[in-house]
């Protein structure tokens, strides 16, 4: 498993983007992408030190986001790791006793490769993004 980004929950990419950049150094950003099938627009930003943040805005009804955002709580919403190995992954993190959130789906920001999120015992999202050959895990300028 390979680090690939933090996941933070925005009200907009905007808003979310002019925060985090008020307080961390982004030395690039990825152009928004819109993806109607999760229902989220994302951005990614890298920092200086090398770290990326994804900033997930609602897109739609029937969002992740809103219920999190209304709550106030798990707006740091996940760990990102990309995996070669992406069937094998997830049934260690169930064997793991993670509890998936949902089935693999495609995702437009990683150019269809397949992503799935698992919550842990210790209550931390973990989303698992596939990097077999000939599908580009790494979104541009991101």
Do not use: W
């Not at 992740?64 to 209304?70: E, I, K, N, R």
Request: proline share 9%; with cysteine.
């Amino acid at each position: 498993m390979q680090f690939d980004h933090l996941g933070v929950f925005v009200k907009t990419l905007e808003q979310g983007r002019a925060v985090l950049e008020s307080i961390v150094p982004i030395a690039t950003a990825s152009d928004p992408c819109h993806d109607p099938l999760l229902k989220v627009s994302v951005q990614f930003l890298r920092d200086t030190s090398g770290i990326r943040y994804e900033i997930v805005a609602p897109n739609g009804p029937g969002n992740p986001v809103d219920a999190v955002l209304s709550e106030q709580r798990g707006i740091l919403n996940h760990v990102a790791y990309s995996v070669p190995d992406f069937d094998a992954q997830v049934a260690r993190l169930r064997e793991a006793r993670c509890m998936p959130l949902g089935e693999p789906r495609p995702a437009v920001a990683f150019g269809g490769a397949r992503v799935i999120f698992f919550l842990t015992p210790l209550r931390l999202i973990v989303e698992l993004i596939e990097s077999a050959p000939g599908i580009n895990a790494t979104p541009a300028g991101g």
